[in-house]
């Protein structure tokens, strides 16, 4: 569960995000919203990547400001486009985020097989291609113990049988091991796959539940 | 051929000087700011001698110099790779000798400093009769000129060639982590700002030691020596935050204390140093007591960790930065003066550790576009 409380974000002079008070109860959410709504700088903000004003609590008692390793240890995150130094292998990533997100090897070696990235992750990112950079950093979200995982965009780019891969893995961390999800996606879910505890989306500056 | 020039001087002269300008009234500062106003001929006037003098010193001042038209050729280079300088191949048309004497002279425009400088050095060396050394020098600047001249030329040519490259550096297939990709970025990525810096920075230290032969122990020499190495680092520090605003921007959500973050930058730094740290080592006992050479250690890593925090709080544009980093050195060279080194380590870890503290979590690279 996690509640945000008197959030403001602005950019500039510009007000982004006004929340005075919201709450994620555990479960998926699909996050929703028009471009330029807030909704990537929402999820940057719960994954503690942004300053704000106000306060994020996970789990009832950890405050991304008073707790912050501890709440970081415990949220995870995705970016739609995300952006590695091109030198590094994807093997070199994905142990370091082992190293700090205190992962397990051996669940993440799965995951890579079932996502089919251990078949290039010893190659520099320079060389991968978007899709293939796109899995890479969705295997990352995963590494650790995280209570929240924030998936922006996380079906962009990738292929159909990777879909299908990650609607399991979803499946199989909200079901199993009780993680919470908040998703951003353009595209429509397979509902037969994934099932939302609830759809919010960012309109207004504000989270309104549909 | 006036349209063309007036072209170039737009897209290439007038870019190079907007963006060196910091650094190049850096340089200025040393030469002519360190001396009091009264001295500066004198001070000038011995440096000339010196170079003229010395042909290994002669070899040293046209090194330096060769890098600067490096990186003035690298600079046309870079742009006209760039999407909105396509049209500049229409220059491909002229005659080839009309565009070699459009290029060489937008070397000459980019190289005018180092000319300017190199009159007084002909005057002087013509005064005293030394016209080897002269036509020497008068040679070799028409040869660097003509030679990046032809350079741009052919790079008009064949856009898509690389015409200078450092790909003899050796690359490395080690097991990378968090402090290695930033010195594998330096490898990879600034291969030539780092072939600069760490030219610059050795020459500045042996410079320094060779220069001060005294006849008693003195570390302050050593240290005022390292300092000017140290600064020669800052386009890397600045680089390196660029680096980590852009690639390594996910670390920030990392569940890592800000004491673990120190540490990542604290062997990022003795790594980047560790070929000044060689240097220094081979001067004991000579130059530098042994005792004294961990305090050497920890004020380079200091230095640039306290270069690379003051980039938490904001990352302006270079020349901005290139101020601050004017103050800190002006502020570091007199507290050494004043041998009050344990000032300078509790004033730097302090503020670095107040940077991590108040400006870490709290830096936005969507505020300084």
């Not at chain 1, 998703?183 to 939302?196: M, N, P, R, V």
């Not at chain 2, 000129?145 to 008009?156: D, P, T």
């Not at chain 2, 970025?185 to 810096?197: E, F, M, S, W, Y």
Request: charge should be neutral.
């Amino acid at each position: 569960m996690i509640e945000l409380t008197e959030i403001k974000k602005n950019y500039g002079s510009h007000l982004v995000l006004d929340i005075p008070r919201y709450k994620f109860e555990n479960g998926i959410y699909w996050l929703k919203g028009e471009n330029g709504s807030g909704k990537t700088t929402l999820m940057k903000l719960i994954a503690g990547l942004i300053p704000f004003e106000g306060e994020v609590i996970l789990n009832k008692n950890i405050s991304i400001l008073k707790n912050r390793i501890d709440y970081l240890r415990k949220v995870n995150y995705t970016e739609a486009e995300p952006l590695y130094p091109s030198f590094v292998t994807g093997d070199e990533l994905i142990q370091l985020f082992i190293w700090t997100k205190d992962g397990d090897f051996a669940d993440t070696k799965n995951l890579m097989q079932q996502l089919k990235v251990d078949t290039y992750s010893h190659q520099p990112i320079g060389t991968y291609s978007s899709g293939m950079n796109k899995k890479l950093s969705l295997i990352l979200a995963f590494i650790g113990k995280p209570d929240l995982i924030l998936l922006d965009e996380p079906l962009v780019t990738i292929d159909t049988a990777s879909v299908e891969t990650v609607y399991s893995i979803i499946h199989e961390f909200a079901y199993e091991k009780k993680v919470s999800f908040i998703i951003t996606s353009h595209h429509d879910f397979d509902y037969a796959k994934i099932s939302f505890t609830g759809t919010v989306t960012v309109q207004d500056k504000m989270i309104h539940a549909v | 051929m006036k349209q063309v020039s007036l072209i170039f001087n737009k897209v290439w002269v007038l870019p190079f000087y907007q963006r060196h300008f910091g650094v190049l009234l850096f340089v200025f500062f040393l030469m002519f700011g360190i001396v009091e106003g009264s001295q500066i001929i004198g001070y000038h006037l011995s440096l000339i001698n010196a170079t003229l003098e010395s042909p290994s010193l002669l070899l040293v001042v046209m090194l330096i110099w060769s890098l600067y038209a490096g990186k003035s050729v690298q600079f046309v280079f870079k742009k006209i790779s760039e999407p909105d300088q396509q049209f500049l191949f229409v220059s491909a048309c002229l005659k080839k000798s009309e565009l070699l004497l459009q290029t060489s002279f937008v070397l000459v425009k980019m190289y005018l400093p180092v000319l300017v400088y190199s009159v007084f050095i002909e005057g002087v060396a013509f005064s005293q009769g030394r016209i080897g050394e002269a036509l020497l020098i008068l040679f070799y600047h028409l040869l660097v000129c003509y030679a990046g001249g032809m350079f741009i030329k052919n790079a008009i040519f064949h856009p898509n060639k690389k015409w200078i490259s450092f790909n003899w550096f050796p690359s490395f297939k080690i097991k990378k982590s968090l402090p290695l990709f930033y010195i594998f970025h330096a490898l990879n990525n600034l291969r030539n700002p780092l072939i600069v810096t760490k030219t610059f920075s050795l020459l500045a230290m042996m410079a320094f030691f060779s220069g001060f032969q005294l006849d008693h122990y003195d570390f302050r020499v050593a240290m005022l020596g390292f300092m000017f190495a140290l600064v020669g680092h800052c386009v890397i520090v600045f680089e390196f935050r660029k680096f980590e605003i852009t690639y390594l921007n996910f670390t920030r959500a990392f569940p890592v204390s800000n004491f673990r973050r120190f540490i990542t930058l604290v062997i990022v730094y003795l790594l980047l140093l560790s070929p000044e740290f060689v240097v220094l080592v081979r001067t004991v006992p000579e130059h530098i007591v042994l005792i004294d050479f961990p305090v050497l250690i920890i004020f380079g890593v200091l230095f640039l960790l306290l270069l690379h925090s003051l980039l938490y709080r904001s990352i302006g544009d270079m020349e901005n930065y290139m101020i601050t980093v004017s103050i800190v050195a002006a502020a570091s060279f007199f507290l050494i003066l004043f041998s009050a080194y344990l000032i300078i380590f509790i004033a730097a870890t302090g503020f670095i550790m107040f940077s991590f503290a108040k400006w870490f979590h709290q830096f936005e690279a969507i505020e300084e576009e």
